[in-house]
């Protein structure tokens, strides 16, 4: 009988270890917590705004979306009530920090945001990309955002969002600064950039400035610029005011076994457009 081939087994095992130090953070997590919720109910309020297929309003005039069902599937698994609040998004972090919101859903990492909120493991990571009036990349021969006060670029971007440490580090420089153009929401930018009022859009995720195009029936007239953007991993923030370092670690223990089974990305496939 032929004998096993050892890398084959030794990746068996790896696997087999890696599937039990998953059961194990589960078993330990489900403990801490179940002590936990025993002294209190657990409810969670999370804020939202709309955010292309990640949170939408539906023909029921329901909040869904990726971040909403992926929300409500944690709130379950570990039993917790859960509710939602809309906010606009710069509000939303402020009512975060003082503790009168529980949760933010595609938070990117900042250490100002870790000074105030439990980040919980990346659950999702998002393509960056800069969009321009589809006919015009030619017009923008950018080598770099750092190229911006040089050829006149005017930039929009969204108030209170996290474009990276490129971007953030570039914003220092008022040269840099007076290119960009803050706006609210996707949809003022998609029109601002459709009337000539700024050159191009920079998307903290492509899918959500699409998104947020097609809503608008402007899809078309937009266009990808080539110059490439680093893109950004996805967290859920917790409220240090209002949440306990036991429920953030349940809730990682969640998501780990989301990925590990599959459920994760199929609530991901369900909303892709």
């Known amino acids: 009988m032929r004998q096993p081939d050892k890398t084959a087994m030794d990746a068996m095992g ?10 194990v953070a589960l078993v330990l997590a489900a403990v801490v917590w179940a002590s936990a919720r025993a002294a209190e109910p657990c409810s969670l309020s999370v804020g939202w705004e709309p955010y292309g297929t990640r949170i939408y309003v539906d023909e029921a005039g329901a909040v869904a979306g990726s971040d ?7 709130a379950q698994d570990i039993g917790c009530a859960i509710s939602f609040k809309q906010l ?14 529980d949760v933010a859903t595609s938070v990117r990492w900042t250490a100002e945001r870790e000074g105030f909120g439990w980040f919980s493991d990346v659950y999702r990571h998002d393509e960056m990309a800069l969009y321009v009036l589809r006919g015009t990349v030619g017009n923008h021969r950018l080598t770099g955002l750092a190229a911006l006060p040089e050829t006149g670029f005017k930039l929009g971007v969204i108030g209170g969002y996290y474009y990276g440490p490129e971007f953030e580090a570039l914003m220092a420089d008022p040269t840099f600064a007076r290119q960009i153009e803050v706006a609210s929401d996707y949809a003022t930018n998609i029109r601002k950039l459709i009337h000539g009022r700024i050159d191009g859009i920079l998307a903290d995720d492509v899918t959500v400035v699409m998104a947020a195009a097609k809503t608008l029936g402007l899809h078309e007239r937009l266009e ?5 953007v680093p893109g950004n991993a996805s967290h859920l923030l917790f409220s240090k005011k209002s949440v306990a370092p036991a429920l953030v670690a349940a809730i990682n223990a969640r998501l780990a076994a989301m990925k590990s089974d599959g459920r994760l990305q199929r609530i991901m496939d369900r909303y892709a457009n």
């Open 224 to 228: 990808r610029h080539p110059l490439v």
């Open 68 to 74: 909403i069902e992926l929300m409500r599937t944690l």
């Open 88 to 101: 606009p998004w710069t509000r939303h972090l402020l009512e975060l920090q003082a503790g009168h919101i």
């Open 14 to 23: 790896g696997a087999i270890m890696k599937s039990c130090r998953l059961g």
